[in-house]
């Protein structure tokens, strides 16, 4: 059974830095990898998605990074904002007739100014 | 504007009393579902629909129902809700399923409903 984590669950840094989130899962036979933002009171944006062919996709600040034979994917915010505080969460499409999307717990990511 | 609306998005309840979670998307998408997140569990899938009139379970149904008599609603129905279903809900649709191939369709989600159950 798929198993999706990310580590850390919590995280604080000043303003400008540049971080990394992390998320691994326990089968490596998905289809694609998503990572959603979540803000208090709203419901999930997607940020980006990366097919199980791709190594990477980038919008803007964000990059993430897959490597399905390991089991991990990074996402990667440079020049952090305050306004990047929210919930981050990784999904997978699990490789085979299923038609749902298997969420991490999430990472809290807090930007101080 | 495109968006999954949900009603109520607060509601505090007892054991037993039935009650309803409605769900509307305005993009003419065909695949929806429910989730409910719970601390450290992540996002789990409820049921889900392909189509009216095409409803299946996801991860965990139990205490669940849900039809879809309407391509834009997917009502999400708890007939005696039980405390262990106190959680936060979010209702989701895509234009098709999560699926292989080379169009990969964007889940938009709904603001989410918290569900108090006494």
């Known amino acids: 059974k798929q198993e999706v984590t990310q580590i850390p669950a919590a995280l604080s840094v000043p303003e400008g830095e540049n971080l990394v989130l992390n998320c691994s899962f326990t089968?490596?036979?998905?289809?694609?990898l998503q990572w959603f933002r979540q803000d208090p009171g709203k419901g999930l944006t997607s940020l980006l998605l990366?097919?199980?062919?791709?190594r990477e996709q980038t919008s803007g600040r964000l990059n993430a990074s897959l490597d399905k034979s390991s089991g991990r994917s990074t996402l990667y915010i440079a020049a952090s904002q305050p306004g990047d505080s929210a919930t981050y969460l990784c999904?997978?499409?699990?490789?085979?007739?299923?038609?749902?999307?298997?969420f991490g717990s999430g990472t809290r990511l807090l930007v101080r100014p | 504007e495109a968006q999954v609306t949900q009603n109520p998005r607060y509601l505090i309840t007892v054991t037993g009393k039935k009650l309803t979670v409605t769900c509307s998307q305005n993009?003419?998408?065909?695949?929806m579902s429910w989730y409910r997140q719970d601390p450290g569990l992540g996002l789990r899938q409820i049921y889900y629909?392909?189509?009216?009139?095409?409803?299946d379970k996801g991860d965990v149904p139990e205490g669940y129902k849900v039809s879809r008599k309407e391509k834009r609603n997917f009502p999400l129905i708890l007939e005696s809700p039980s405390p262990n279903q106190t959680s936060l809900y979010f209702c989701?649709?895509?234009?098709?399923?999560?699926?292989?191939?080379?169009?990969?369709?964007?889940?938009?989600f709904g603001p989410g409903t918290r569900l108090l159950v006494l």
């Open positions: 629909s392909m189509n009216v009139e095409v409803t």
């Open positions: 990366i097919q199980s062919s791709q």
């Open positions: 089968d490596s036979a998905i289809y694609n």
């Open positions: 989701a649709s895509s234009l098709k399923p999560p699926g292989p191939g080379p169009r990969v369709e964007t889940q938009y």
């Open positions: 999904a997978v499409h699990q490789g085979d007739s299923s038609y749902k999307l298997i």
């Open positions: 993009m003419n998408h065909e695949y």
